[in-house]
């Protein structure tokens, strides 16, 4: 039940966070990505990525034994793409071990990929050591492939290409 909680609170987050988008100038081979820590405590972390280019672009979520990809596309107005990562994790420590779920999604152009996966660690481990948010807010290279985070140190890395993987 509490993880449906924090599910659905995210989920409300996003909506939020959907509506407050600003006019902003976007060099052609940039991608801006602002970094929203919004919960960050020892059994939930709740970052949501913010991001906007230019161009038509699928966005990848890439990490070891799974790929998250969205077409996401300008909007005709501004001409300016713009859609949010979320990267959520809870931990719920059972006897001498934890369950940890962890939440890696792509939402924008009307469409939300990624899914929930769970994972089981020794109850000593924090969720902090075994899940790090490394990215910063700022510009970045649109051609370039963006380290957001890793988790038991894993890379999860974000990817801007002009068309579909297959992997």
């Known amino acids: ?6 599910t659905f ?3 409300i987050i996003l909506s939020l966070a959907a509506c407050n988008q600003s006019r902003i100038s976007i060099p052609k081979d940039k991608v801006n990505i602002e970094v929203n820590k919004i919960y960050d405590g020892d059994n939930l972390i709740i970052y949501l990525l913010d991001i906007k280019f230019l161009e038509e672009r699928v966005v990848r979520l890439s990490e070891k034994g799974g ?3 969205a077409k996401i596309e300008p909007d005709l107005k501004s001409g300016i793409s713009t859609c949010e990562v979320l990267i959520m994790a809870d931990r719920i420590a ?16 009307g469409v939300t990929v990624g899914g929930p996966d769970e994972y089981t660690l020794e109850a000593s481990d924090k969720l902090k050591d075994v899940l790090k948010i490394e990215i910063k807010s700022g510009e970045y290279n649109i051609d370039s492939e963006i380290k957001i985070s890793s988790f038991q140190n894993h890379p999860l890395n974000l990817v801007f290409a002009r068309q579909f993987s297959d992997d």
Do not use: E, F, P
């Not at 039940?1 to 924090?6: A, D, E, F, G």
């Open 9 to 11: 609170s995210a989920i």
């Open 1 to 6: 039940m509490k993880s449906l909680l924090y």
């Open 94 to 109: 059972i006897g001498d071990k934890s369950r940890i779920k962890l939440l890696n999604q792509i939402r924008g152009s």
């Open 67 to 69: 790929l998250s990809q």
